[in-house]
């Protein structure tokens, strides 16, 4: 049974940075792949990033690329989400996940089967 807790969102101008936590708790399985999701208001949930669970690669949405930096720590289970150059289109709620298998299918919310509560992020203009 494995448990995440996202931290680290707020409200923020645009052009600053935020730097997005999430810890697991629990047996996770440190060799698959974990990821940032998002969903705003009257939105579908999307794509934001996704790390190998051995690091070596990391996905990102196109429209995040050179702003947003994924990273892990699996001794402490714990993956990143830093955050720079925020623009308003960037406002949701950011989500973590993680699943208990391999797969080489990282950036579709089915290929996850542990998710965390959520923390907001606001940009404002």
């Known amino acids: 049974h494995v448990q995440l807790v996202e931290s680290g969102g707020g409200l923020v101008q645009a052009a600053g940075s935020l730097r997005l936590s999430c810890a697991a708790s629990?047996?996770?399985?440190?060799?698959?792949?974990m990821a940032w999701f998002r969903q705003a208001p009257g939105k579908e949930r999307e794509f934001v990033a996704a790390?190998?669970?051995?690091?070596?690669?990391?996905y990102y949405e196109d429209s995040v690329k050179g702003r947003f930096t994924i990273s892990r720590n699996n001794a402490e289970k714990t993956v990143f989400l830093q955050m720079k150059n925020l623009k308003p289109e960037d406002t949701a709620i950011y989500y973590c996940?993680?699943?208990?298998?391999?797969?080489?299918?990282?950036?579709?919310?089915?290929?996850?089967?542990?998710w965390g509560q959520g923390t907001q992020v606001t940009v404002s203009s």
């Open positions: 996940a993680a699943r208990n298998y391999y797969s080489r299918t990282y950036t579709y919310s089915t290929g996850y089967d542990v």
């Open positions: 790390i190998s669970g051995s690091c070596a690669n990391a």
């Open positions: 629990g047996l996770i399985f440190s060799a698959g792949g």
